[in-house]
Nanobody, 122 residues
Framework: QVQLVESGGGSVQSGGSLRLSCVASGYRYGSNCMGWFRQAPGKEREGVAIIDSRGPTAYADSVKGRFTISQDNAKNTLYLQMNSLKPEDTAIYYC????????????????WGQGTQVTVSS
């Protein structure tokens, strides 16, 4: 049974930083793509960043240059470093895994975590 557990969310002021972590169990880490998604109140879930098992990454335009996705295969952990946070980054952030497509589309991912809240105040 695949389980993804996110942590690291919280409340910060605009311009601040947070690092999200996602620990995977029951999943063959390093296979396929993993990613981070977010969902703000009243909005659809959207892709933030993905990383292929071989290393390539992709980002949503709204976070390019501010967010960095990375993974530590030895620790079965996915990270999202978020810098220069803005109020519009406020959302629940979800870790996802199991995609065979290198695209930031929620429907391509088979496994999801419960989410962690990120709130950015102005």
């Amino acid at each position: 049974q695949v389980q993804l557990v996110e942590s690291g969310g919280g409340s910060v002021q605009s311009g601040g930083s947070l690092r999200l972590s996602c620990v995977a169990s029951g999943y063959r880490y390093g296979s396929n793509c993993m990613g981070w998604f977010r969902q703000a109140p009243g909005k659809e879930r959207e892709g933030v960043a993905i990383i292929d098992s071989r290393g390539p990454t992709a980002y949503a335009d709204s976070v390019k240059g501010r967010f960095t996705i990375s993974q530590d295969n030895a620790k079965n952990t996915l990270y999202l470093q978020m810098n220069s946070l803005k109020p519009e980054d406020t959302a629940i952030y979800y870790c996802a895994a199991g995609s065979t497509q290198f695209t930031i589309r929620p429907k391509d991912f088979a496994y999801w975590g419960q989410g962690t809240q990120v709130t950015v105040s102005s």
